[in-house]
T-cell receptor, first 115, second 112 residues
Framework: DAGVIQSPRHEVTEMGQEVTLRCKPI?????LFWYRQTMMRGLELLIY????????DSGMPEDRFSAKMPNASFSTLKIQPSEPRDSAVYFC???FGGGYTGELFFGEGSRLTVL | GENVEQHPSTLSVQEGDSAVIKCTYS??????FPWYKQELGKGPQLIID?????GEKKDQRIAVTLNKTAKHFSLHITETQPEDSAVYFC???????????FGSGTRLSIRP
C-alpha cells in the first residue's frame, strides 16, 4: 500500500518567492495534518483537516501561510511570500477517524530552504 | 495548553543494554500518549501508544509506562540493536478536540 506521498522532497527558493507543497494522504483516511519540524521548535502542528474541512488552523504562523484540501486525496500548503525563517521540513500526515488520538501516518517530508 | 518535556535530548547505549526515555506533561486532562520513531530522512512512525486507563503496555522489546498522578511516562527499550538508532518523540493529547503535543525528541545511538 502506498503511504502518504509528499512533493517536492526538496525545495530551494529565494526569499519572496511562492512555495507550494503537496500531499496525497492514504486512501480511506479522513484526517490530514500539516506539521513543521525545525531544530529550534521541534514538531509543530500547523493545520488539521477532517473530511476536507479545516478544523484547527491555530498553528499557522501568519497570513503568509495557507492550506487547502479540495478533495479527499489532495492537500496543499502554500507560503507566499517565503522568508528564510520558513526553512524547515514540512510533514503531511493522515489518519483514520476524527480528532487527535489515532495513529498518524507521516509522509517523508518536504525539506524547504529559503535563501 | 499542554506542554511536554522530554529527557534526555541525546542518549548513547551499548548494544544489548537498555535505553529509557522520560517525558512529563502538564495537562491533567491528557489521556493519550503515543511514541514515535524517526529515522534519518523519514517521517516519524508510531511505535507504541498508551491510554490513561492502563499503567503499562509492552510490545516485544519496547514498553511504555504511565504515571498519571505524577504526569510522567517513559519508553523502555530492552536488548537494544543497531536498528534502534533514531530520534524518538513522545507526545501527549487529550480528548478528540485536543491536539497532540510532541516532546522535543531524543537522539538514541546504539554503540556496537
Amino acid at each position: 500500500d502506498a503511504g502518504v506521498i509528499q512533493s517536492p522532497r526538496h525545495e530551494v527558493t529565494e526569499m519572496g518567492q511562492e512555495v507550494t507543497l503537496r500531499c496525497k494522504p492514504i486512501s480511506g483516511h479522513n484526517s490530514l495534518f500539516w506539521y513543521r519540524q525545525t531544530m529550534m521548535r521541534g514538531l509543530e502542528l500547523l493545520i488539521y483537516f477532517n473530511n476536507n474541512v479545516p478544523i484547527d488552523d491555530s498553528g499557522m504562523p501568519e497570513d503568509r501561510f495557507s492550506a487547502k484540501m479540495p478533495n479527499a486525496s489532495f492537500s496543499t500548503l502554500k507560503i507566499q511570500p517565503s522568508e528564510p525563517r520558513d526553512s524547515a521540513v514540512y510533514f503531511c500526515a493522515s489518519s483514520f477517524g476524527g480528532g487527535y488520538t489515532g495513529e498518524l501516518f507521516f509522509g517523508e517530508g518536504s525539506r524547504l530552504t529559503v535563501l | 495548553g499542554e506542554n511536554v518535556e522530554q529527557h534526555p535530548s541525546t542518549l548513547s547505549v551499548q548494544e544489548g543494554d537498555s535505553a529509557v526515555i522520560k517525558c512529563t506533561y502538564s495537562d491533567s486532562a491528557s489521556n493519550y500518549f503515543p511514541w514515535y520513531k524517526q529515522e534519518l530522512g523519514k517521517g516519524p512512525q508510531l511505535i507504541i501508544d498508551i491510554r490513561s486507563n492502563v499503567g503499562e503496555k509492552k510490545d516485544q522489546r519496547i514498553a511504555v509506562t504511565l504515571n498519571k498522578t505524577a504526569k510522567h511516562f517513559s519508553l523502555h527499550i530492552t536488548e537494544t540493536q543497531p536498528e534502534d538508532s533514531a530520534v524518538y518523540f513522545c507526545a501527549a493529547g487529550g480528548s478528540s478536540a485536543s491536539k497532540i503535543i510532541f516532546g522535543s525528541g531524543t537522539r538514541l545511538s546504539i554503540r556496537p
